[in-house]
């Protein structure tokens, strides 16, 4: 774990882009110089120019093989979205957890990329215990706080974002515990306290909205010139680049850019996305390619512009939507990890793609079924050969891409029961050529053990809450959603959530965390299920109080976090509970069932 290469530090860079021209040579050699240039990774190309190209990722992400073989391949510095967060490194005081953020840096190591840390001190996701310290203690609790976490990381990070979001988008400062505490001294405070833990790690103040020139650029430069002059330990500023097509690109760009590095700083693009209003067309799509080539290019004229880190890489697992109701396709891959304009736009402001690679890949052939449940089919195949390299297959279910695989094996699932599916599967290479179609092959789906789908007008979605399936809570996310078009009445509406109590005490606690509606207007109980079936021996039943009020039509009721406990509290192994899925946003769930008058709406029951 301490031995993390830091291919951008000091001489490591000179190294890194003699190894990247020599091997681009080499191919040159070779006589397959174009493709090469297809092929190069967003990373590669980056480095090319001196600079690196990251992206943020999350612990949840991690069990996704398809999107870590992008997120290890692609990219040469990785982000964790959130678990080196004080929130989770130090939830209580004095009892620190760098798990999570451990996970991160071992996967960076294990692909030789290196690691943004985010973040030491921020006004959000901060545990209440300190914004409830009195304020003659906050000074310790954050000096301390920076002194574990970056002591514990150190040698591993190649920066930190020490102090995150600062300003009010006015310019003035935030009034957060630190602020209250201290003044705007804490920001110094911090940055010396951080490079006494880890001196090499360059360090960052990081914010939002200061892209392009205004009020609140303005009082970063006036604090970043202000520490500079006073000695203080202020390696970079991170731009963090959340963009939107529906506003206007950030004035003066490349100038801001490069007056903060005029002050002897580095600076980079952090948590770069383009988010649109939905549902995303082309013409959107075109914009949103245009915005990150302006970023790209604005970093490039910046010589130091180390690098760009976008904020995720793909729809799939985005902050966007949850965050910004209606928005999201705010990345470089879809939601099937294809890439988007965007990415060839990228690619091409870095000197990539343009080559002359048309020949696609061989059809993949012996395409069969592999296994069968009553909600998803498995499928393999044979690899295709491609003169370049295969680079990854898109399966079809019918004229629909379902999704996509670096291997030759898939899992089509949130399936029907007892239905008739068709499949098809294409190669693609890295410059984009698409083989013809496999033979399909058809499958039918298992009996489902219980009921048949219901029918009604809402429908139910799920979220898992929680990483581990074998501890002492299950904490579904669950929210309902009105399909109809007419009102429904919320406190009418119940959830049933099916799991297996696993042995241990048969009384169960079950409370709500959080609901968009209020924790006081939803209600939770247990019920024994009076014949068990495989998965389900009991439910949580969601429901809802008049006070919920009416859900109109086409809206959700919004985030419901429910949380259920034995009261022994011994552990539950729920990855066999019927309900359980390990999505980690929202999605339509059969499994759960949603009942309107007590009639089921939605859903297939056990
Ligand atoms: O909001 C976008 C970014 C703005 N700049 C600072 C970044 O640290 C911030 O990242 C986002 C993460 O990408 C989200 O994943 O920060 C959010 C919170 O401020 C993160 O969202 C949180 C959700 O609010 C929680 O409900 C959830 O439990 O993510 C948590 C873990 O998935």
Redesign the pocket.
Known sequence: MRSLLHPLRGGGLAVALATLVTTGFGLLAAGTAPAHAQGSTLNQLAQAHGRYFGS?T?NSELNDSAYTAVLGSEFGSITP??SM?WDTTEPSQGQFNFSGGDAIVQFAQAHNQQVRG??LVWH??LPSWVSSLPSSQVQAAMENHITKEAGHYKGEVYAWDVV??PFNDDGTYRTDAFYNAMGKDYIADALRTAHAADPGAKLYIND?NIDGTGAKADAMYQLASDLKKQGVPLDGIGF?G?LAVQYSFPSNMQQNLQRFADLGLDVAFT?LDVRMELPADSAKLAAQADYYRQVTDACLAVTRCVGITV?DFDDKYS?VP??FSGQGAADLYDENLQTKPAYTAVQTALGGGGGTDTTPPSAPSGLAVSGTTSSSVSLKWSASTDDVGVTGYDVYRGSTKVGSTTSTSYTDSGLSASTTYSYTVKAKDAAGNVSAASGAVTATTAASGGGTPGTGAVKVQYKN?DSAPTDNQIKPGLRVVNTGSDPVDLSKVTIRYYFTGDGGSSTFNAWCDYAAVGCSNVTQKVVALSSPKSGADHYVEVGFTSGAGTLAAGANTGDIQNRISKSDWSNFSESDDYSYATN?AYADATKVTVYVNGTLASGIEP
């Open positions: 943020a999350d979205g959130n967060k985010h973040n959000s996701q995150n979001e939002y963090q959340h948590e904020w902050w949850s965050t809450n980690t």
